[in-house]
């Protein structure tokens, strides 16, 4: 069977992916993780296979979520409802990545309002990193398309400028949103001029994704891990308007969140005076930590 042009576009696209970015093995990926999320489920489409590849190293792997998740449906369900299913959704999915709900960290900021708490989310990253001795920092590209998604890059930064010694993963989400990635849908004049400047973003942040986690086995992980969050992935209440994650562009969004890579900007950390006082400053691993433990043995 003959291959459409979307999909020989989309096979043209991964090539390209794959030829610019290189591949991350076990030792480059050993590092005590901190993957921040604006949203539950994000957690899991942006960078979930590489959750799963760090823990089945025996790696510790924080997971923070800045938003409660409570308006994704509120047309449909209560607030309260919806924010406690959420809530529950996140701790299964992550329970199914290999983190435990010790390791998980809801801030509980409400959907949609993360831009007005940008400093609040990046004093509560810095002190877990301080207190956890995190190594990298998993956030957004700064690229994304949704406004709580560049408010938690934004939140990112912040805490890179305060502790540079941190190595940073951006993962994309809705930057795949866009045309190249997706087909372009109906819009109007406006919105698509409004498109169109996001797919030049895109492709000007395309050359930054320069790494990949090839998932393997842990690809099976991310998709029982998505399929927890089960107020995205199908209809919970029979009511056409309950839109899914497979909704939107006709599922070949999602599709290429769920390949068989996951892409990463990285920027390795900085080492200087201030660096090495944080460094200092940050509390000493503890000894039956299992990255120690790991360490000791290779």
Known sequence: ???????????????????????????????????LAPHPDDETLGC???????RALGTQVTVVVAADGSRS?????PVDELRARR?????AACGELGVGASDVVRL?????????????????????????GIERLCMPVAAERIADHVAVHAAGRAVVQRLAALQVF??????????????????GVRARLRAARES?????????????????????LKLNALARHETQTRRVVDDPRWATLSDVAEGSWLARLLGPNEFFAVTEPRFDAQTAQARDE??????????????RAT
Do not use: C, K, N, Q
């Not at 999909?7 to 610019?20: G, N, S, V």
């Not at 979930?48 to 760090?54: E, N, P, Q, W, Y």
């Not at 509980?108 to 956890?132: C, F, Q, S």
């Not at 940050?282 to 360490?295: K, Q, S």
């Open 282 to 295: 940050a509390p000493a691993p503890r000894p039956d930590d299992p990255d120690m433990v790991r360490r």
């Open 73 to 77: 449906h509120r047309h449909l369900m």
């Open 108 to 132: 509980g900021i409400e959907d949609g309002t993360l831009r007005e708490h940008v400093a609040a989310i990046a004093d509560a990253v810095a002190t877990l990193v301080r207190e956890r």
């Open 170 to 187: 951006e993962y994309p989400v809705w930057f795949w949103h866009v045309w190249p990635f997706v087909h372009p849908e109906a819009y």
């Open 1 to 35: 069977m003959s291959l459409t042009w979307r999909e020989r576009w989309a096979a043209r696209l991964d090539a390209r992916l794959l030829r610019a970015s290189r591949p991350l093995g076990d030792a480059d990926l050993a590092r005590r993780t901190l993957v």
């Open 48 to 54: 979930g296979g590489t959750i799963a590849r760090l």
């Open 87 to 91: 809530d529950a959704e996140l701790l």
């Open 200 to 220: 030049l973003a895109a492709w000007r942040g395309l050359h930054r994704l320069d790494r990949r986690v090839e998932l393997g086995p842990a690809r099976a």
